[in-house]
Structures are given as C-alpha cells and as structure tokens.
C-alpha cells in the first residue's frame, strides 16, 4: 500500500497570499488530520476530516481551513498568509484506530 | 498547555549504548504513544501504551507507563546510526485522532 502522499513538498510564499496544500490518505483510511509543526510551538493539531466532515478542531484562525473530498482526499487552505504560518504541515491518516500514520509534510515559508 | 512533555533534553550516545527518554502528561488518558521523526520529515508510530498495561517491547524498544505519576519512559537497546532522529510522546485530546505532542526528544547516536 502506498504512504499518505503529501504535496507540494516546499512552497514559498509571500506574506498576503493564500496556499493549498493536498494530502491523499492511505487507501481505505476515512479519517485524515492535520498538524503544524513549527520550531517554538511544536506539533499543534489543526483540524480531522472523517467521511467529508470535519470532527475536530485546534485552536487556530479561521484564516486556516481544510476541506475532505468524498475519495478521502484532504486539502488544507491558509488565506492572507503571516509570517508565523510558515512551518512544517502534516498530515495523517487512520483508520477507526488510535494510531497514525503521517505524510512526509509540507514546508511553507511565507516572506 | 499539552500533554505529554517529555523531559527537554538531547541526548548523544555513541552506537551500541541504551537511549532513555521521558515523558510526562497531566491529565487521565487511555493510550500514550511514541511515534519517531527523522529532520524534517513525517513522524513514524513506533508503540502504543494503553493505560491498563505497565511495559510493552517492540523489538528494540521498551515503553513503560505509570499512570500513578503521569509518566512514561522510552528505552531504545543497542542503538544504531539510524536511531538519530527526535522522539516524540503523544496522548490523545478530544478524541482518538486529535493527539496533543510533547517538544520531542533529539538523539544523537554516533557510529
């Protein structure tokens, strides 16, 4: 089976802007969630989709938003982007299970 | 503030020598677990912990959990080169996919 596939793997962006970010899930897993992880805060949760709905939610702006198509498939948006967004962006798939399985991430860097 | 936070240490061993780490959480939880990464790149499961068992072997790994002080510990035995990377606990938060991470623990292990 593949891995959770996470893309872009680096994106640069300026300060203002907005990114996507994708991730596909392992084949069969329903519930995807997403993580930042930055060098001063660490891992923080962002948010978990399960069948195209979202079940959880971190302590982020709204400006942070996330979406799951009915494939499973996940994407993550940031709008007006701020220097303190940029940081390592995982996500993870599971099944009805505790453990996770996580992408290589994304690294966004805002300018 | 998050549970799970291991001890901030960083820990250089030379290859072949034992590698324990800690972890410390506030509040009741059900499972704790460790998951690897490797700079920069997706965090890896390594074992879970529920919170009815006091030790579990994976391999090279040993996990015990005291639920009486809120800790738990990692060994890794007979360390390898390939051990370097950072150590991460984990306790779920709000639900079984919304994990809260300590700061992770940096090992070093020298050939």
């Known amino acids: 089976k593949a891995g959770v596939t996470q893309t872009p793997r680096y994106l640069i962006k300026t300060r203002g802007q907005q990114v996507t970010l994708s991730c596909s899930p392992i084949?069969?897993?329903?519930?995807v969630s997403w993580y930042q992880q930055t060098p001063g805060q660490g891992l923080q949760f962002l948010f978990e989709y399960f069948s195209e709905t979202q079940r959880n939610k971190g302590n982020f702006p709204g400006r942070f938003s996330g979406r799951q198509f009915s494939n499973s498939r996940s994407e993550m948006n940031v709008s007006t982007l701020e220097l303190g967004d940029s940081a390592l962006y995982l996500c993870?798939?599971?099944?009805?299970?505790?453990?996770?399985?996580f992408g290589s991430g994304t690294q966004l860097s805002v300018l | 503030s998050q549970q799970g936070e291991e001890d901030p240490q960083a820990l250089s061993i030379q290859e072949g020598e034992n590698a324990t780490m800690n972890c410390s959480y506030k509040?009741?939880?059900?499972?704790l677990q460790w998951y690897r990464q490797n700079s920069g790149r997706g965090l890896v499961h390594l074992i879970l912990i529920r919170s009815n068992e006091r030790e579990k072997h994976s391999g090279r790994l040993r996990v015990t959990l005291d639920t009486s002080k809120k800790s738990s510990s990692l060994l890794i035995t007979a360390s390898r080169a390939a051990d370097t990377a950072s150590y991460f606990c984990a306790t779920p938060s709000y639900g079984n996919n919304r994990l809260a991470f300590g700061k992770g623990n940096q090992v070093v292990v020298i050939p």
């Open positions: 509040t009741s939880i059900n499972n």
């Open positions: 993870a798939s599971s099944l009805p299970s505790e453990k996770l399985f």
């Open positions: 084949s069969g897993h329903r519930s």
